[in-house]
């Protein structure tokens, strides 16, 4: 069935330095990507999304980058910071179709800053 | 703006019991999406209800059910409830939804806990 997983369940980073949070996709055909934050006790935040006709977009301190030839989606946080730490979430777009409109998420990355 | 409100935050129930959940979305959006959290299986979607109409399903079994009312509200069903129905139900609210998801805001989520 379709998926979408994340290479690395753990990341810890050292506060002030750039983190890269990685996401792979199954469906070829999907053509939007939503990267989500959830703190502990709190639902999913929205953090950047990107279509399929886009390979990059930046928001603040935060980049995405889509790379459609090996179904790879990634999430760059610049100078992260102690409250950046939280369970992160890359989720697809099924097309419209039998299973169309609907958020596919990866297991999740959880992302511990050390001060 | 109000954020999205689910009720009850926590809720223990026993196997073959039923519970129904509720969700008040953000003023003005028309779609509400729910979605099954847990630590095995991470975040998965049920359904999508636009306009009081179920738009889209997940593979979930039909003891899992929903409707949504006129003014946006949504509730959930799960009746004849299982140990492994135990998670944290998170529902989420966009203006449109649909094949462009566009930004969901997510509520808290209500934690089930069957015993």
């Known amino acids: 069935g379709e998926s979408v997983g994340l290479h690395l369940p753990t990341l810890s980073v050292q506060e002030g330095d750039n983190s890269i949070i990685n996401c792979a996709y199954s469906?070829?055909?999907?053509?939007?990507f939503i990267w989500y934050k959830q703190e502990s006790g709190k639902g999913p935040q929205f953090i950047i999304d990107i279509r399929s006709n886009m390979d990059k977009r930046q928001g603040q301190r935060v980049t995405v980058l889509l790379n459609k030839t090996v179904k790879h989606l990634s999430l760059q946080i610049a100078a992260t910071q102690p409250g950046d730490s939280a369970v992160y979430f890359c989720a697809e777009n099924a097309p419209w179709g039998n299973q169309g409109g609907k958020l596919i998420f990866g297991q999740g990355t959880e992302l511990s800053v050390k001060p | 703006k109000a954020g999205v409100t689910q009720t009850p935050r926590y809720l223990i129930k026993t196997r073959g019991q039923q519970v129904t959940l509720s969700c008040s979305p953000i003023?003005?959006?028309?779609?509400v999406s729910w979605y099954q959290q847990t630590p095995g299986q991470g975040l998965q979607f049920l359904f999508e209800?636009?306009?009081?109409?179920?738009?889209n399903k997940g593979n979930f079994p039909g003891r899992f059910s929903g409707r949504q009312f006129s003014n946006s509200r949504s509730e959930m069903n799960v009746s004849t409830l299982e140990l492994g129905d135990s998670a944290l139900y998170l529902c989420a609210s966009s203006l449109e939804g649909g094949a462009y998801t566009g930004e969901l805001f997510f509520g808290e989520g209500s934690r089930l806990t069957v015993l």
């Open positions: 003023s003005g959006h028309r779609s």
């Open positions: 469906n070829s055909a999907s053509d939007y």
């Open positions: 209800y636009f306009s009081e109409t179920q738009r």
